[in-house]
């Protein structure tokens, strides 16, 4: 990952192709792999209690009505559209539904920040808002937080 406080991602290693293309009448269809997330009380407490952590320390760098608490993940805001600008999201193998091609994730809480246009590299969707792509990585159990925080807040503030 690029410095934190930039909110530009350096490309995950490929384990596998994250797009499959078929071709029908000379036509190539994309398709994209989405996340359906399951209720936060169905993750384990301590993915939910550190993915609650972090979410509160960007409400407190960027206000409480530029963050949502939804059923399944937290959202951050960007300004003026409130458009969501990045995700918390946990996964936990056997909770939610992936729909798509196999994004090859392990369980664990993930950063997920919306890139404008199309797909390019591995991108994710949560399902059913599929045209809203988000580059992701996971949060290693030794990251500091706050400095997740800072990035986070930077990425929402740096979409505006």
Known sequence: MGQVGSCFLEPRRQRDNPVRQTAINRRTITIQTSYQTAPLR??????RQRALVLFGLIRE???RLRVREYKGSFSIL??????TAAKIVIYEAGKGSVNGPDPALTDGIYIWVRVP?????????????H???FAYFRLM??????????FVAAC???QA
């Open 42 to 47: 169905e993750y384990g407490e301590q993915f």
């Open 131 to 133: 045209s809203e792509r």
């Open 156 to 158: 929402a503030d740096r």
């Open 78 to 83: 960007q300004e003026p559209g409130l458009a």
């Open 61 to 63: 760098r960027l206000g």
């Open 117 to 129: 246009g199309g797909p390019i590299g591995r991108t994710i969707s949560v399902a059913p808002h």
């Open 141 to 150: 159990d030794s990251q500091n937080l706050n400095e997740i925080a800072d």
